[in-house]
């Protein structure tokens, strides 16, 4: 009866430290896949705040574009009040000038916009399409 006590008491002492090793095992599994889960929720918030933070850069860019529209169209009205000898040579420089910007502008746009994601991208695209037609819309007025 001792031995078979003896055996017993083996037996569960050996079934205890499995059941201990297994779960001290998993404890390390569930610890290593939370980390890698608070990585990657980490990561997706750094990611999705760069892209808040560039498509505010993007609307900001939109408003000082239509900020120097209306500069434009101010100067449009100005100068059509001038001499029209005074008018053509300050309008044809004035042209030049605003095709420079308007190009300048465009490319930096187009940089940081290769930068958002495509979601993001189709609805900004949405925003300078109605900003090149005011601004063609503008062009010729001018002419």
Do not use: W
Not at 41 to 63: A, D, G, Y
Request: glycine letters at 0%; charged letters at 40%; hydrophobic letters at 25%.
């Amino acid at each position: 009866m001792v031995d078979e006590d003896d055996t017993c008491s083996t037996r569960l002492n050996d079934l205890t430290k499995k059941v201990d090793e297994r779960l001290h095992s998993q404890g390390k599994e569930i610890t290593y896949l939370r980390n890698i889960v608070d990585e990657q929720r980490k990561s997706q918030e750094t990611s999705e705040r760069n892209h808040k933070c560039q498509i505010q850069r993007l609307e900001q860019k939109v408003h000082e574009l239509e900020q120097h529209i209306k500069s434009l169209k101010d100067d449009q009205s100005k100068l059509e009040k001038e001499p029209t000898e005074e008018r053509s040579a300050k309008s044809i420089m004035a042209n030049r000038i605003r095709e420079q910007e308007r190009i300048q502008s465009a490319n930096e746009v187009n940089a940081q916009l290769e930068q958002v994601p495509r979601r993001e991208r189709n609805s900004f695209r949405e925003l300078v399409k109605r900003l090149k037609s005011v601004h063609e819309n503008h062009a010729k007025l001018e002419e």
